[in-house]
């Protein structure tokens, strides 16, 4: 593992035009913005519109970034990449990396000692010693061999994991035993967001948004007798009320890949062509949203009263949020 080989570890390279990369990830880090993205750039910002790189210790593609508080964070990306920061994103020290192994897309931590990442073809690491060292947690993803791209813990402790061909799960023991959902889209979920105490919103491939009210609720199936590749797209709102979902209505088709909660029955979701769309939970529609944006967005996050979107070319402050 390049782990154990540092050395041959790639540092990013400075560039002048590093805030206007392709940049797939921001998140709040204390009184700064941070964005990762293409060959390992990491950016900070003060203000949410001038960013400043940081040194970066890779120069693969990062994928995810997530804040446990103001000053420590985690960057995943390709060649299972793992770096930490404690700094609020001015120093980041790699902590795994593999490059005979895929992407990681998402990465969550229970508490300081005990946590996940997750990503390409059922990858799925765990740390137990707050991230000085993971290792493979085989078995239900590596078995469903389908991408993870989120993880999510709910206010009841509940995990979901959501990704590819319609792939649902959620654990209530803290990820030692999943169930599977059978859900009624056969496409892929790029991300999720949490609904109520147990509930989840489920949005990705073609602007498709679903929503359950509590996930042990929903109709569940084998893991060791489901096939990706049979996985039907339900539309008859009934069918789908039988599963324990409800779907969004949307006509723009436009894929979903980020989502930030505004509160209890409203989210935002950023998405392809610069699509955002307000989500209206007790409403059950979406609006779409006029903002200064039409290259795609794949992430968004509030900070200091303006709404910071990043895509493929770089981060856009997309003013208050509506």
């Given at each position: 593992?390049r ?5 041959a570890v790639?540092?990013?390279l ?7 990369a392709?940049l797939?990830?921001v998140?709040v ?11 390992g750039?990491?950016?900070?910002s ?6 400043e790189?940081?040194p ?5 593609m ?11 964070g985690?960057?995943l ?8 920061t404690r700094?609020?994103g001015?120093?980041w020290?790699?902590?795994h990396?593999?490059?005979k192994?895929g992407?990681?897309?998402d990465v969550?931590?229970?508490?300081e000692q ?5 990503g390409?073809?059922?990858?799925f690491?765990?740390?137990t010693d707050?991230g000085?060292t993971w ?8 078995d ?9 813990r709910?206010?009841?402790?509940t995990?979901?994991a959501?990704g ?8 209530i023991?803290?990820g030692?035993n ?10 892929s979920?790029f991300?999720a967001?949490p ?7 489920v949005?990705?491939m ?5 929503v359950?009210?509590d ?6 199936m ?11 797209n ?5 069918t ?8 969004i ?16 029955q409203?989210?935002?979701l950023v ?5 955002v769309d ?14 200064p944006?039409s290259?795609t967005?794949v992430?968004l996050?509030?900070?200091k ?6 895509g493929r ?6 003013g208050p949020?509506?």
């Open positions: 593992m782990a154990l080989l540092l050395a790639v540092a990013a400075p560039a002048a035009k590093a805030p206007h392709r797939l990830d998140a880090a204390g009184d700064r913005a941070v964005a990762v993205g293409e060959e750039v990491i950016l900070v003060a203000d949410g519109k001038t960013w790189q940081k970066s210790p890779v120069d693969t990062l994928t995810r970034l997530r804040f446990v508080d103001a000053e420590h985690w960057a990306g390709w060649d299972a990449t793992i770096l930490e700094d609020a001015e120093t020290t790699l902590r990396d593999d490059e192994s992407a990681l897309y969550l931590f229970l508490d005990h946590g996940f990442a997750a390409a073809y059922g990858a690491l765990e740390t707050g000085a290792s493979t947690h085989a078995g239900f993803f590596d469903i061999g389908m991408h993870v791209n989120a993880l999510l709910l206010p009841s402790g995990i979901v959501a590819e061909r319609g792939l649902v799960a959620f654990s023991d803290a030692a999943w169930q599977l959902l059978d859900t009624p889209y056969g496409g979920w991300g967001l609904h109520g105490e147990n509930g989840v919103v949005f990705g073609r602007g498709n948004v679903m359950a009210d996930v042990a609720r929903c109709a569940k084998d893991a060791t007798k489901w096939d990706p590749y049979a996985r039907e339900i539309e008859d709102a009934t789908i009320a039988a599963r324990g979902w409800k779907r209505a949307n006509d723009q088709r436009a894929s979903f890949f980020g989502g930030l909660t505004l509160d209890a409203t989210a935002l998405g392809f062509n610069g699509a307000r989500l209206d939970l007790a409403a059950g529609t979406l609006t779409p949203v006029k903002v944006a290259e967005l992430k996050a509030a900070f009263r303006e709404l910071i979107a990043v070319r770089g981060a856009t402050d997309l949020a509506p």
